[in-house]
C-alpha cells in the first residue's frame, strides 16, 4: 500500500517534532524543514503530496512559499499554520491555493484529524475523475464505428454540436442504429460534460407519469405527493436531457415540451412559479416526423423547433463497407468482456454478415457476433452458428468482397484462388490436412518448399505437421 508523504515546514522544531510524531504514528511519511531554504530542497527530493507550512519564516514568507509550491506542483495539498492568525493572512492563503489554515497554538490530534480527511477528499476527487475519463472514453466517437462516407458526416456533425452547444439536436434514425450513443457523445465532449445527462423514453412511461417525470411535483400536488420531487428539467439543469422516442409523446406533452424549449422555464406539477433551466435538448425518434406532422399525430410547430440541427443516422444495410471494421470492433471488445480469443472471421462468415440486410442495424449485428464468439471453439468465426435466417439471405445474394469499395480485408482469409465452400459445409481440418499432403508430394517432402507453396513459414508447417501426425512423411 503507498504511503502519502507530508513535508512540515516551521522553525520551532518542537512543532515539527510532535507533528512528525503524530502523523508518522498515523502512518504517513514525513520529513520536516526549519526555514525556505530547507523546505524547497526538501520539496524538490522529497515530492510530497501535502505540506504543513507555517506562514512566517526566518527567511521567507511562508505566502511566497506556497505559490511556488503551486507552481510546481498544483496537486499539492497544503495547510497553513500560523501564531498570528487573522482574518486577511487567511484569505491571502486561501487564495494562493491554501487547502486549510489553522491558528497556533493548536491539537495535534486535531491537525491529524484534517491531513486524514484532506487526503480522503484527495482519494475522491481522483475516483470521481477516472470515472468521468472512463465514461468520456465509453462514448468517446470512435464507439460509433466506421469510415464510410455517411459514417464520416455523422462525426462531422456530433463534433460541431458538441462544440458550439448547440441547444437542440434531432437524432434521426431505425432501431439499433445507435442514436443514444450520438446523444451520450455529443454530450460528454461538450462544455456541459461536467453536468447531468438524463435521458427517459417517451414511449415507456405513460403519460401521466412521464409530465411528473419532466416536470417534477410539490408537495400536496396530488393523493400520494408526500415531498416535493424535482424533475429532469431541474435535475438536469446545466447539462442535456435525452428525450428518446419523441415521436411517441403524447399531443398535450408536446405542447408543453414546445413551452419549456422556447422559454426554458417549467413548473412543477402543483407548484405556482415559474422556474428556469438551462439544458440541451436532444431527442431522436425512429419515425418519420414529418408524415406525422401531417397525419396531425405531432404538432408541427414542435417538429420544426426540434428540426434545427439534425443528423441522420444510416441504416447498416446502407453502409455495407463498415460492417468488417464493426465486426472486428465487436471481437476485440467482447474478447476482452469474455476472455475469448477469437483472431477473425473466415471470408464465408463475412460474406454472409455483409450480404444480410441487418433490420436490427448495428445492435442485431453485435448481438449475432456476439452469440457466435460465445459458441465457437476454433479461434476463427465461421457461419455455421450464424442465424439460418443470415446463412440463407447471404446464398441468395453473394457477390464478390470487392464490389464493395472502402472493405478492410486484415482479418478476412484471402479469396485468391478461393474454394468455394459447399452448402452442406466442409472439414477445415481436413482440407488443411490434404493440402500439406499435396504441397509435400509436389515437393518431394522438401519441407522449405512446401512451406513456401503454402504461405506458411517452415516453423508453422512442421506445427501442423505434428498436428495432423504427418511427421514421419515422406514422398513415395
Not at 442 to 469: E, P, V, W
Amino acid at each position: 500500500m503507498k504511503t502519502s508523504r507530508i513535508l512540515i515546514v516551521d522553525d520551532e522544531k518542537l512543532v515539527c517534532w510532535s507533528l512528525g510524531e503524530v502523523l508518522t504514528a498515523a502512518g504517513f511519511s514525513v520529513e520536516t524543514a526549519l526555514n525556505g531554504v530547507e523546505a524547497l530542497a526538501k520539496f524538490n527530493s522529497f515530492q510530497p503530496e501535502m505540506v504543513l507550512l507555517d506562514v512566517r519564516l526566518p527567511d521567507v514568507n511562508g505566502i511566497h512559499l506556497l505559490t511556488q509550491f503551486k507552481a510546481s506542483d498544483e496537486d499539492l495539498m497544503v495547510v497553513m499554520i500560523t501564531a498570528f492568525a487573522d482574518a486577511d493572512s487567511a484569505v491571502n492563503a486561501l487564495k494562493a491555493g491554501a487547502d486549510d489554515y489553522i491558528g497556533k497554538p493548536f491539537d495535534v490530534d486535531y491537525i491529524r484529524h484534517v491531513v486524514e480527511q484532506l487526503f480522503e477528499k484527495k482519494q475522491l476527487r481522483q475516483e470521481v475523475n477516472s470515472f468521468k475519463r472512463e465514461l468520456r472514453k465509453k462514448y468517446d466517437y470512435d464507439n460509433f464505428i466506421g469510415n464510410s462516407p455517411k459514417a464520416i458526416e455523422v462525426f462531422k456533425l456530433i463534433r460541431v454540436c458538441a462544440e458550439t452547444d448547440v441547444k437542440i439536436v434531432l437524432v434521426l434514425g431505425e432501431s439499433g442504429t445507435g442514436k443514444q450513443l450520438v446523444a451520450r457523445a455529443i454530450h460528454y465532449h461538450s462544455a456541459r460534460a461536467e453536468a447531468p445527462f438524463i435521458e427517459t423514453n417517451c414511449a415507456a412511461i405513460p403519460e401521466n407519469l412521464l409530465e411528473n417525470e419532466l416536470f417534477g411535483h410539490e408537495k400536496g400536488a396530488f393523493t400520494d405527493a408526500s415531498s416535493r420531487h424535482k424533475g429532469i428539467f431541474e435535475t438536469a439543469n446545466g447539462g442535456s436531457v435525452f428525450l428518446d422516442e419523441i415521436g411517441d409523446m403524447p399531443l398535450i406533452m408536446q405542447a408543453k415540451i414546445l413551452k419549456v424549449i422556447d422559454s426554458n422555464t417549467f413548473r412543477r406539477l402543483g407548484g405556482t412559479t415559474d422556474l428556469e433551466t438551462d439544458v440541451r435538448f436532444i431527442t431522436a425518434t425512429n419515425q418519420n416526423l414529418k408524415k406525422l406532422v401531417a397525419a396531425e399525430q405531432f404538432r408541427g410547430d414542435l417538429f420544426y423547433r426540434l428540426n434545427v440541427m439534425t443528423i441522420q443516422i444510416p441504416p447498416l444495410r446502407e453502409r455495407r463497407e463498415d460492417i468488417p471494421v464493426l465486426v472486428n470492433y465487436f471481437i476485440d471488445r467482447l474478447n476482452k468482456e469474455y476472455g475469448k480469443n477469437i483472431t477473425g472471421v473466415s471470408s464465408a462468415a463475412m460474406d454472409c454478415l455483409i450480404h444480410f440486410d441487418w433490420p436490427g442495424n448495428v445492435r442485431e449485428l453485435r448481438n449475432m457476433v456476439e452469440r457466435a464468439m460465445m459458441l465457437e471453439n476454433e479461434t476463427v468465426l465461421t457461419p455455421r452458428y450464424f442465424s439460418q435466417e443470415i446463412r440463407e439471405c447471404a446464398e441468395q445474394k453473394m457477390m464478390p468482397l470487392s464490389s464493395l469499395p472502402g472493405i478492410p480485408t486484415e482479418r478476412l482469409l484471402p479469396r485468391k484462388n478461393s474454394i468455394r465452400l459447399p452448402l452442406e459445409g466442409i472439414s477445415l481440418e481436413e482440407m488443411e490436412k490434404d493440402l500439406i499432403l499435396q504441397a509435400l508430394e509436389r515437393f518431394t517432402g522438401n519441407q522449405t518448399q512446401a512451406a513456401k507453396c503454402l504461405h506458411m513459414s517452415r516453423d508453422t508447417l512442421r506445427y501442423r505437421m505434428k498436428k495432423y501426425n504427418l511427421e514421419g512423411y515422406s514422398s513415395a
